[in-house]
């Protein structure tokens, strides 16, 4: 039910890293009371200073809330999440809805949904698209799996999130299209850091190429909010190559698993995993023109764009750090 003082449902939300928090804050915008809850303490004073309310523990966070949101880095952070005698299944009322936004399997979708229900806590998986610039701006692509009444429920606060949202089918379909999503944007990443360099290579004006490809047929999404990290070689992190080796993954095992071909998402996975390797974990994902580069025989100093204390997580994903 809808806190006393407002119309709006009140939310828990566990994940304040480079997505959880700007998407935090576009709630606390809106009107929704927000509770949080990440390992960091930066994280807490973050949502504190922007108006949430601060929590230590899963728990404490989902305490009283109508809706519990989960932004989390994989599978293994939202399963520890969710499980257990401290998880927001043990705590969060019957009732609740949860809506995990994470970038998880399919599989971890389904299991969750299936553990929620036993004990009356309805479930969605909404991933997102549009990286950190899309959270801060409130556009996301959201794409969701579940119930069509459970989304409806949601509904009012993704709309406070994003500007594209889709009930893509039952548990599990909105994983499965994110994983189809970040296919097209590392194949699309890949392509622009492969032109790039093949354009500097024969002596054209890369801004003046970029902004003509930009206009035509080749334009994208990724062509228009990379373009400066492609120019500048500079590459903060709005969503991590650590990431992004994740989710591709998880792309394709579920192709294996329904017996799809992905040879290009096969090679671009390699290369992802060749960037992750050669310590660029913790840059941004437009960052494989670094990988490019080396192919081409380019050599340019990076060192200072490795984020300080970036560390490269397990192959699983299953870091601590919190989206």
């Not at 009371?33 to 108006?51: I, K, N, P, S, Y």
């Not at 500007?163 to 189809?180: E, F, N, R």
């Not at 960052?287 to 997580?313: K, N, T, W, Y």
Request: include cysteine; glycine fraction near 12%.
């Amino acid at each position: 039910m809808p806190s006393p003082s407002s119309s709006l449902p009140r939310v828990a939300w566990i994940g304040l890293g480079i997505m959880g928090l700007p998407m935090a804050s576009n709630l606390l915008k809106a009107g929704y009371e927000v509770t949080g809850h990440t390992l960091e303490q930066a994280g807490l004073d973050r949502l504190a200073a922007v108006g949430g309310t601060p929590a230590a523990s899963v728990a404490a966070a989902v305490r009283g809330a109508d809706v519990v949101v989960t932004m989390l880095p994989a599978s293994p952070e939202v399963e520890a999440v969710a499980h257990g005698e401290h998880g927001v299944l043990a705590h969060a009322a019957p009732g609740t809805l949860f809506v995990d936004m994470s970038s998880v399997t399919p599989r971890t979708s389904v299991e969750l949904a299936e553990a929620a229900a036993r004990k009356g806590i309805r479930v969605l998986d909404a991933p997102v698209s549009g990286g950190e610039a899309g959270a801060v701006e409130g556009v996301l692509s959201i794409m969701a799996g579940g119930e069509r009444a459970d989304f409806e429920r949601a509904l009012p606060l993704f709309r406070a999130l994003g500007t594209t949202v889709v009930l893509c089918g039952p548990h599990g379909a909105g994983q499965t299209v994110k994983a189809a999503n970040q296919l097209i944007v590392a194949a699309n990443i890949q392509a622009c850091a492969e032109a790039v360099i093949f354009l500097e290579k024969s002596g054209v004006d890369l801004e003046a190429a970029l902004d003509v490809l930009g206009g035509g047929l080749a334009g994208s999404a990724v062509l228009s909010r990379k373009r400066h990290n492609f120019l500048s070689r500079h590459y903060p992190p709005g969503f991590r190559i650590d990431l992004h080796h994740k989710d591709m993954g998880i792309v394709t095992d579920a192709a294996r698993a329904v017996g799809a071909a992905v040879p290009v998402g096969a090679l671009v996975a390699s290369l992802v995993a060749a960037a992750r390797a050669q310590g660029d974990g913790g840059l941004d994902h437009s960052a494989l023109l670094r990988g490019v580069e080396r192919l081409s025989g380019i050599e340019r100093a990076h060192g200072a764009e490795q984020p300080a204390g970036a560390q490269q997580p397990p192959a699983s994903g299953a870091g601590r750090a919190r989206r």
